[in-house]
């Protein structure tokens, strides 16, 4: 057998000395702790393994000795280890340890707030969007509700207004009843107490039908009004289609409205119509077979019934900038037997191109021109839409007979795209807007504008929207009315005999 490496025995001199040892070597000890809590190394020629049977074989009493040999370093390496004080050690890291801190930290500190931003804005990032979203989407309901409500009291004060005009008209019915058996109880009691002359006979008649005559005006009066109110009520209906989309009764037809323009529809609740008297205007110049365009068509009020009087022989033309509206026009005029009507989605104006179109609460007032505060959507929206002038809208020598524009403040530029048509048609007839609001916008002068629309030779007329007439006007009144339809035609035109 072979003999095994002696193992090294720690004398008591040395044992004793091992403390201030440590105590002066701060690395030491901290090699020594590692040392106890990992345990003595084993070596190959101590540890007992299960060795191949070539290997040597330990002696039994050999064997006891090396263990007891390692429980003997181990108890003197815990031993010192219990004795070591870390205190220094501690004291000493401290120093170091701000030290340490003091130079890295214009480093680290930077990269550590960068690092709590960036992680902040990924995890925060997501929510405040949606949170924004949130918000605004909420803020729209709100805007929407309050319109309704508002649509909704305007429609109860005007039910409230026609219930108490329907209950004055009874009221007044119930005093001509009275009043005719009142009548007839006076020419009874005549006639019971006549002799029987017939003179006497003949006053009674003509008092019953002095009575009778009276009493029947005044219920036909009021037949008439039940009559208009009842009218109104049908009228009065608003059936939603979709949340943007309302299908109503107009004088013109059904007519599909946005449900979010409370004015329009309050407007067609109301009396069932916008601009009265122009339309009355239009369909008189009108003759079937004539050619009509309307620039600023909106969703056809004076579309569809100018479309229908050109009829089938005629022809007519729709421009519209917005593409809802643009949208409605076309389903309004397929609703009302027009669709024949050639719509173009565009906006009118002196070249081909584009323009920002800014987006009214009121459809109908949607402008190439920026709108006076207030009377924006929320936001100040607005839309790009394309541009073209009437003369590349409509062909050379298509008998052109009225054009009707409705530009908000854009006529001026209509006016210079249409030069071809003018100098064409003779007997051309325009109906134009004239808002002095909108050319102070667009930085018009209004005198300028109507001389501009009198330069080719056309008379001007103010159109009366309360009985459909048309009438002389000087400028200094004119200027005066806050928006008007004006009618412009040349002395010579047959339209004067029309009207």
């Known amino acids: 057998m072979h003999d095994t490496e002696p193992v090294t025995r720690t004398s008591e001199t040395e044992l004793s000395s091992e403390p201030a040892l440590l105590r002066r070597s701060p690395r030491l000890d901290l090699q020594l702790r590692i040392a106890v809590r990992q345990g003595p190394p084993r070596s ?18 050999r064997r006891t000795a090396i263990e007891a040999g390692i429980g003997r370093q181990r108890r003197r390496l815990e031993t010192a280890a219990a004795r070591v004080d870390v205190a220094p050690l501690a004291a000493r890291a401290r120093p170091l340890a701000a030290r340490a801190y003091r130079a890295t930290a214009p480093v680290t500190q930077p990269l550590a707030q960068r690092w709590r931003t960036f992680m902040a804005d990924a995890a925060v990032g997501p929510l405040r969007a949606r949170t924004e979203e949130i918000a605004h989407v909420l803020h729209e309901n709100q805007r929407q509700l309050a319109d309704a409500m508002a649509a909704l009291a305007a429609d109860v004060a005007h039910m409230k207004h026609d219930v108490a005009r329907t209950v004055a008209a009874h009221d007044q019915m119930q005093a001509a009843l009275v009043s005719l058996e009142h009548t007839s109880a006076e020419v009874r009691q005549s006639l019971s107490r006549s002799d029987g002359s017939p003179l006497h006979l003949g006053r009674a008649v003509q008092q019953l039908d002095v009575g009778l005559a009276g009493t029947y005006d005044h219920l036909a009066a009021q037949l008439a009004n039940v009559a208009e109110l009842a009218t109104a009520g049908v009228r009065r209906i608003a059936v ?29 609740l109301d009396t069932g119509a916008l601009e009265r008297g122009t339309r009355a205007v239009l369909e008189c110049i009108t003759r ?37 509206t643009s949208d409605l026009l076309r389903r309004n005029l397929e609703a009302n037997g027009a669709a024949s009507t050639v719509v173009h989605q565009c906006a009118v104006s002196d070249r081909i191109g584009t323009a920002e179109l800014h987006i009214g609460r009121v459809s109908g007032h949607h402008s190439l021109h920026a709108l006076a505060p207030g009377t924006e959507q929320d936001g100040s929206p607005t839309l790009t839409v394309h541009t073209t002038p009437l003369d590349a809208l409509v062909e050379p020598d298509a008998g052109l007979t009225v054009v009707k524009i409705d530009a908000e403040g854009e006529e001026l530029s209509v006016l210079a795209g249409m030069q071809r048509l003018l100098s064409d048609q003779d007997d051309l007839v325009l109906v134009v807007e004239f808002g002095p609001s909108h050319l102070t916008r667009a930085g018009i002068d209004p005198h300028d504008w109507l001389t501009a629309f009198t330069a080719p030779g056309f008379d001007v007329r103010l159109i009366d929207e309360e009985n459909g007439t048309t009438a002389e006007i000087t400028f200094d009144d004119l200027i005066a009315i806050e928006s008007a339809n004006l009618l412009f035609a040349r002395p010579e035109s047959r339209i004067w005999r029309r009207l």
């Open 44 to 61: 190959p020629a101590v540890i007992p393994h299960e060795a191949p049977s070539s290997a040597p074989r330990i002696p039994s009493d």
């Open 240 to 268: 939603p289609i979709d949340a943007d989309t309302l299908l109503m009764r107009a004088e013109v037809g059904y007519v599909l409205c946005p449900a979010n323009d409370v004015t329009l529809v309050t407007c067609l």
């Open 288 to 324: 079937p077979g004539d050619r009509y365009v309307d620039v600023g068509a909106h969703i056809g009020l004076h579309t569809i019934p100018l479309a229908q009087r050109v009829g089938v022989d005629g022809a007519a033309i729709a421009v519209e900038p917005h593409p809802e």
